[in-house]
């Protein structure tokens, strides 16, 4: 039998729609959720997210302001940047789209954002709260694997997930989110011996390596709920997954499609923190 679809764009949009009624009543009690997207260099698929970011935040009524630098720009003046917005009242949320260019220390950068205006949840003290299960705001794409897997039903409690992965943009946050939901966990990467088998023990496997179609049919254990994070370009321009999505479909319970997956709620889980920043600002 075919897998169900999990529609990602659906599931964000009608997280928007809860999103924009939040945001009005916060507007009705003076405060308007502000972010700041900044962006060094011309990396297509980065202009079309940015790009993207801005018009989520016109749908929804937030201040917004996208700042594009040239892809010579020193550390020094991103670094200065960041602190004049880190003093702006009207900003809320910061971001520093990734990947940035060589010249430019991620760590550096994501270390001077204020951790209250740090929406993309990347910050060490970010990240340490959500270590230790503190309230903070969580990394998007993570935080978004989880809204997908509640709102269809998949609650990960007693549940054995396995993340392919163990990026701190991804595989880490999602894996100790898993965690927060009570699911047991296992990471494997690269040197992780007998991958395939591993993944076969998952009740929620989630793919999250950036190696295209890697996950085959033998991977799933039939039944289970498949999430892909890849978003890979294929030399005839097409997208996708890190799971081999026709090969995998008959076998999963569960399936995210790429494009159309976890994606979309990347942008949408910008938005709830920007929201939530926003709503924590009025102290
Ligand atoms: N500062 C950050 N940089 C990056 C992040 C991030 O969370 N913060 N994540 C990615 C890029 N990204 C958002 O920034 C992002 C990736 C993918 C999508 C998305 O909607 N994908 C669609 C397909 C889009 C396409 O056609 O290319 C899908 O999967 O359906 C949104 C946002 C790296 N950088």
């Not at 720009?73 to 960041?82: D, G, R």
């Not at 950036?210 to 978003?231: F, H, Q, T, Y």
């Amino acid at each position: 039998m075919s897998a169900q679809l999990i529609e990602g764009k659906k599931i964000s949009d009608s997280i928007r729609e809860e999103i924009k009624l939040e945001a009005e009543r916060l507007k009705a009690e003076g405060t308007v959720p502000g972010l700041v997207v900044i962006l060094v260099g011309e990396d297509p698929a980065s202009q079309v997210y940015v790009r993207n970011k801005a018009k989520a935040c016109e749908q929804l009524g937030y201040y917004s302001e996208v700042v594009r630098l040239p892809a010579e720009t020193s550390q020094q003046e991103l670094l200065e940047l960041i602190g004049r917005y880190n003093r702006d009242d009207k900003v809320n949320g910061i971001l520093v789209q990734l990947p940035l260019p060589k010249h430019i220390e991620e760590k550096a950068v994501i270390d001077a954002i204020a951790v209250e205006k740090d929406v993309d949840g990347f910050h060490p003290e970010s990240v340490g709260n959500l270590m230790i299960g503190d309230d903070t705001l969580l990394p998007c794409t993570p935080a978004g694997v989880i809204e997908l897997l509640k709102r269809t039903g998949n609650d990960p409690a007693g549940k054995h997930a396995v993340v392919i992965g163990r990026s701190n943009i991804v595989g880490k946050p999602v894996a100790m989110l898993l965690l927060r939901e009570h699911a047991t966990v296992t990471i494997c990467h690269s040197r992780t011996p007998n991958l395939p088998e591993v993944a076969r023990q998952a009740d929620i496997l989630v793919a999250a390596v950036g190696v295209p179609k890697l996950v085959k049919k033998e991977w799933v254990k039939p039944g289970a709920v498949v999430i892909d994070v890849g978003v890979n370009r294929l030399p005839d321009g097409k997208l996708c997954g890190d799971v081999d999505f026709d090969d995998v479909l008959d076998t999963a319970g569960w399936i995210t499609p790429v494009p159309g997956g976890v994606g979309p709620m990347t942008i949408t889980m910008l938005m709830a923190n920007t929201l939530k920043a926003a709503r924590r600002s009025r102290g």
